[in-house]
């Protein structure tokens, strides 16, 4: 088959551990999978680099928004490949970029005894692009999740920090059952903003634990 990204002919590999462990399919080279960066240990909430919480997250935790998430991970820097492929996967809506990051996920989210809760997308968004990319990276990688918010058509990218921290409508609870402990998934990290607004209403709705896990650290 060919890399889904640079359409360089990909040799079949298969092992003992793709055989019994059931494995994904490898669906990128390994010169584009080399241009993506891991995060190392950082923020204990976004991953950004450096020791401890970060100013950002810090600043958080002086809002109304203190402790509304536990912890969190970011798995990707946001460098030149992965700009790349957000790009490609979201704005030239090319699905089939799911599977890039499916074995990562899975493995990230077999360590987590939390429910899934993926960030929404409101309805103009999604007629936009097509298809829900959230929740297509966990349909990939065969991940179960539920939804328990609702998102109304409010353009986060365009305000101010102190707007997005000023706003109280983004997310809504959609009448479905709140778990206990939830693991809240988007796509991209960037100000905190949409992940506490989104834990937040949960938090409300009974949630106790709410960690969170991102594909992108911006």
């Not at 055989?19 to 080279?29: S, Y």
């Not at 097509?130 to 305000?159: M, W």
């Not at 997005?164 to 693991?183: C, H, S, T």
Request: net charge neutral; with cysteine.
């Amino acid at each position: 088959m060919n890399c889904y990204l640079c359409d360089r002919m990909m040799l079949p590999h298969v092992s003992w551990r793709s055989i019994f462990f059931n494995e994904l399919e490898e669906v990128i080279c390994l010169r584009c999978r080399a241009g993506f960066e891991r995060t190392a240990a950082g923020c204990p909430i976004c991953s950004a680099p450096g020791e401890g919480k970060c100013l950002n997250c810090s600043q958080w935790e002086t809002t109304e928004y203190a402790g509304v998430i536990d912890s969190g991970k970011s798995l990707y820097r946001y460098n030149h490949a992965m700009k790349e492929f957000l790009h490609q996967y979201k704005f030239l809506k090319d699905v089939v970029l799911s599977e890039v990051f499916a074995s990562v996920l899975k493995e990230e989210c077999s360590k987590q005894n939390s429910v899934i809760v993926p960030i929404p997308m409101n309805d103009v968004k999604l007629k936009e692009r097509t298809f829900p990319q959230v929740d297509r990276l966990l349909d990939a990688a065969s991940i179960p999740y539920t939804h328990c918010l609702g998102k109304n058509e409010v353009g986060l990218g365009e305000k101010s920090k102190s707007e997005r921290m000023a706003l109280q409508d983004v997310f809504w609870w959609n009448g479905q059952a709140v778990p206990e402990k939830i693991l809240l998934f988007d796509d991209l990290y960037t100000t905190g903003s949409t992940m506490r607004l989104a834990a937040k209403v949960l938090k409300e709705k009974g949630a106790k634990e709410i960690k969170i896990l991102t594909l992108i650290r911006a």
